[in-house]
């Protein structure tokens, strides 16, 4: 398998934008497109954009190449080739394999309902947290849905160069978390670990709406021997009745004939002040300005904020 298209030429940094292709590029994939790659050209780093097409049901057909295409339409340009999920399979189950041999994983056969009857303590992620019924083996008779990942009963400090400081216990916040699910797919969690860390991507820039699953992505770092990534999270764009802005919640496509007026959107939405005169300008034009002005200080931090408002750094999360 390929290294994750990147070129060879060595490079103190390197980013990454990874979407998941469950419908067309919105204004808040563009801000995570935006912001990592600013972060990355601003200090001299290769960006790499690998399409995260793990979760086949999720998948929309089409959806890759139209991310693609709205990305090269707004003027990114990526090091290396796009790498695929999907065609990585191998790397994930080699990964599986390891903390299976390392005693890090095992099988769980709790149906959701079980899950539900067990506990009603919620985790940080709107789930349940896992009950850890398998964790000492599988009941007599009952098969193995799932594999899941122990986790430590202690508190994972992240320092991120844009939300601050923020805490997690595992256990007491999440449970062990599946890395295989029952339907046969690797989980988010386990493929992004293992593709940031096989790609060399060593400073990861998204959306806040992953950083509770920052964590999580800690332990599996530690779990694998993997390097730990630098993180930035930013501000997650909502709409007006407060919701990220998504395909559930409908949010309207961003195409590149809307021109570097959307992307001044996006540069405000990220802290700049964009002169009027570069909403006329090529994308060429944009960017180069926009690089030159990139400072991660100026993007405030906050969870979430309505592109309307240029947030101002105070606390709305
Ligand atoms: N594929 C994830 C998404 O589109 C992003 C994963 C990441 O940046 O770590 O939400």
Redesign the pocket.
């Known amino acids: 398998m390929a290294d994750g298209g990147s070129s060879s030429r060595p490079s103190a940094y390197r980013g ?5 292709p ?1 419908g067309p590029l919105h204004f808040g ?1 563009l801000v ?1 497109a935006a912001g ?1 790659y600013l972060d990355a050209r601003a200090n001299g780093g290769e960006w790499l954009v ?1 399409i ?1 097409d793990v979760d086949a049901p999720r998948t929309v057909p089409g959806a890759a190449d139209g991310i693609l295409k709205t990305l090269e339409g707004f003027g990114f340009e990526w090091d290396g080739e796009v790498v695929y999920q999907s065609r990585r399979i191998d790397l994930y189950h080699a990964a599986l394999v390891r903390l299976q041999l390392a005693g890090h994983v095992y099988p769980c056969s709790c149906s959701r309902s079980e899950i539900a009857a067990a506990t009603s303590r919620p985790s940080i992620d709107g789930g349940l947290v896992y009950p850890g019924t398998c964790r000492a083996g599988l009941k007599e008779g009952a098969a193995a849905r799932a594999w899941r990942l122990r986790v430590p009963d202690r508190e994972f400090v992240l320092r991120d160069r844009i939300q601050g400081e923020s805490r997690q216990n595992l256990e007491r916040d999440v449970g062990d978390f599946v890395l295989l699910r029952a339907d046969g797919q690797y989980a ?1 969690q386990l493929a ?1 670990v293992v593709d ?1 860390a096989v790609q060399g991507v060593n400073s ?4 806040v ?2 950083l509770d ?1 920052t964590p999580r ?1 800690l332990w599996l770092q530690q779990c694998l021997g993997l390097p730990e990534p630098r993180y930035a999270h930013l501000p997650v764009a909502v709409n007006q009745a407060g919701e990220k802005l998504s395909k559930q919640t409908h949010a309207a496509a961003v195409l590149p004939e809307q021109g570097t007026e959307v992307l001044a959107r996006v540069l405000r939405f990220l802290g700049y002040q964009v002169p009027e005169c570069l909403c006329r300008a090529s994308t060429t034009e944009f960017w180069n300005w926009a690089i030159g002005e990139w400072s991660i200080e100026k993007v405030p931090a906050v969870r979430a904020a309505f592109p309307g408002d240029v947030p101002a750094g105070a606390g709305n999360s």
């Open positions: 990454r934008f990874a979407p998941s469950t994939s995570a990592s690998r995260e988010y992004v940031d990861i820039v998204r959306g709406d992953l699953s992505q």
